[in-house]
T-cell receptor, first 113, second 110 residues
Framework: DTEVTQTPKHLVMGMTNKKSLKCEQH?????MYWYKQKAKKPPELMFV???????INESVPSRFSPECPNSSLLNLHLHALQPEDSALYLC????????????FGPGTRLTVL | GQQVMQIPQYQHVQEGEDFTTYCNSS?????IQWYKQRPGGHPVFLIQ?????EVKKQKRLTFQFGEAKKNSSLHITATQTTDVGTYFC??????????FGGGTRLMVKP
């Protein structure tokens, strides 16, 4: 299984809502990532989990809260988002942190009203 | 911080023409990776280059890593409509995360 899955595919939420994005991989990868991608822009790194521990937080606002329940799962909890947070949220994983190629999931298209 | 610049931003070609995208880093890289993102899709890993001056080929795609490990290129020979998408380079310093270039969007006219 060489797939990274993400749910939901699409999400529309209001600024007062709380929602969560989910990501799963069964490749035995020990690093998992959250990226944010705006239209016609490259992916921007948000968080890195290495061996289930948060190793990098790229100055992301606290309204985004990551969680890694186990080595296969990665969540992104969303609360009090702003319309400018609307974007494609991509999850990725790699065998080892940093140096290996990353496998991306299909993403969650988030719209904040 | 590390910056990775990619040119051109857009390229329209006629099917059968060649295409090249260039990537330049402000710092020396430990490796560089290339990804392709189809319209409406997600980035898909193409290749990783590690050694100075390295050249790798995948069918019609040729990837090069500069001698100084600060630049890279992707060349596609005889483009096909299936090559449409955005090509990203992503450079990595020792110990740092990947920094993506801005991407080159390739459009192919049949």
């Amino acid at each position: 299984d060489t797939e990274v899955t993400q749910t939901p595919k699409h999400l529309v939420m209001g600024m007062t809502n709380k929602k969560s994005l989910k990501c799963e991989q069964h490749m035995g990868h020990r690093a998992m990532y959250w990226y944010k991608q705006k239209a016609k822009k490259p992916p921007e790194l948000m968080f890195v989990y290495s061996y289930e521990k948060l190793s990098i937080n790229e100055s992301v606002p606290s309204r985004f809260s990551p969680e890694c329940p186990n080595s296969s799962l990665l969540n992104l909890h969303l609360h009090a988002l702003q319309p400018e947070d609307s974007a494609l949220y991509l999850c990725a994983s790699s065998h080892a942190p940093v140096r290996d190629e990353q496998y991306f999931g299909p993403g969650t298209r988030l719209t904040v009203l | 911080g590390q910056q990775v610049m990619q040119i051109p931003q857009y390229q329209h070609v006629q099917e059968g023409e060649d295409f090249t995208t260039y990537c330049n880093s402000s710092t020396t890289l430990s490796n560089i990776q290339w990804y392709k993102q189809r319209p409406g899709g997600h980035p898909v890993f193409l290749i990783q280059l590690v050694k100075s001056g390295e050249v790798k080929k995948q069918k019609r795609l040729t990837f090069q890593f500069g001698e100084a490990k600060k630049n890279s290129s992707l060349h596609i020979t005889a483009t096909q409509t299936t090559d449409v998408g955005t090509y990203f380079c992503a450079g990595q310093n020792a110990g740092n995360m990947l920094t993506f270039g801005g991407g080159t969007r390739l459009m192919v006219k049949p």
